[in-house]
């Protein structure tokens, strides 16, 4: 079915993608190899395809020189700072020399938590020396995905701007650099939690909203593909040029309407 919408879509997205040039910031999570189909990992060969293929035939760039959207470029990003990233996901981004950004969660990296969808007593996360030594290859670039990785609008507001603001001072204070780009966990957010973001001094902020960014995009809520081991090249070909966005904008309005009766709950049991 992915097949036949991108075949009937692709041709005009991408007719329509060179008379409106913008920037498409692919989402990944883990790049490891498991037993099963999980639709957060990619294989490191499938990895490895797609960055060749990304290396030959698109400008890829890193988040922080995407500002003006202006052209196309891809950008690639990195969710909750697995251990796979610093293992696997980075020296094959070092080999076709291609830059990347990874949101981390704070709690995660201090070893404090992991992600609560995998289970076992191997490490899952990077620690801070992993970390330093991704940062200072220069190809590696931080953003925060808040302390504990929450739905941050379920959250009291006094704990969602925590979230926000105390994950961005615990990633500079060991970092020892200024971090302005923030991910929102779970793709879950309101206007509450922009304006704290905004607040706390990110430049930019993406969400997991589908589509390309183009000039008039919000940077605090910029959108992303996702990329799943699923993605053969011409399924991967047909993402880049936006031939699955309709798609996807569909399952996003879902996501959305699943979200507002959560967040509906969440008031009701607060209160």
């Not at 790049?31 to 797609?50: A, G, I, N, W």
């Not at 202006?70 to 950008?75: L, P, T």
């Not at 593909?225 to 040029?241: C, N, Q, S, W």
Request: aromatic residues 10%; hydrophobic residues 35%; contains cysteine.
């Amino acid at each position: 079915m992915r097949r036949v919408i991108a075949g009937a879509f692709r041709p005009i997205t991408r007719q329509w993608n060179r008379w409106n040039p913008g920037t498409r910031i692919l989402m990944y999570h883990r790049v490891t190899d498991l037993d099963q189909y999980d639709q957060l990992t990619v294989s490191p060969k499938r990895f490895d395809d797609q960055l060749r293929g990304l290396k030959s035939s698109h400008r890829v760039v890193a988040l922080k020189d995407a500002f003006s959207f202006d052209e196309n470029s891809v950008v690639i990003t990195f969710d909750d700072g697995y251990l796979d990233n610093y293992l696997e996901a980075a020296p094959l981004l070092q080999k076709y020399g291609l830059p990347a950004t990874i949101y981390l969660t704070a709690d995660f990296v201090d070893q404090k938590a992991s992600h609560r969808r995998y289970k076992g007593s191997e490490r899952l996360h990077m620690d801070w020396l992993e970390v330093s030594d991704l940062a200072a290859s220069g190809l590696i670039n931080f953003g925060s995905h808040t302390c504990t990785h929450p739905m941050l609008s379920e959250l009291k507001s006094a704990d969602s701007k925590r979230e926000i603001i105390d994950s961005k001072m615990r990633l500079e204070d060991k970092l020892g650099t200024s971090v302005s780009s923030f991910a929102y966990p779970n793709g879950n957010y309101g206007q509450r939690e922009v304006d704290y973001v905004e607040e706390a001094g990110y430049v930019h902020a993406v969400t997991v909203k589908p589509g390309v960014n183009r000039g008039n995009s919000e940077l605090l809520q910029l959108r992303r593909t996702e990329v799943t081991d699923r993605d053969e090249p011409k399924e991967f070909a047909a993402k880049l040029d936006g031939a699955l966005d309709p798609v996807h904008l569909v399952l996003d309005m879902k996501r959305e309407w699943q979200f507002e009766r959560r967040r509906n709950n969440s008031v009701e049991t607060q209160t």
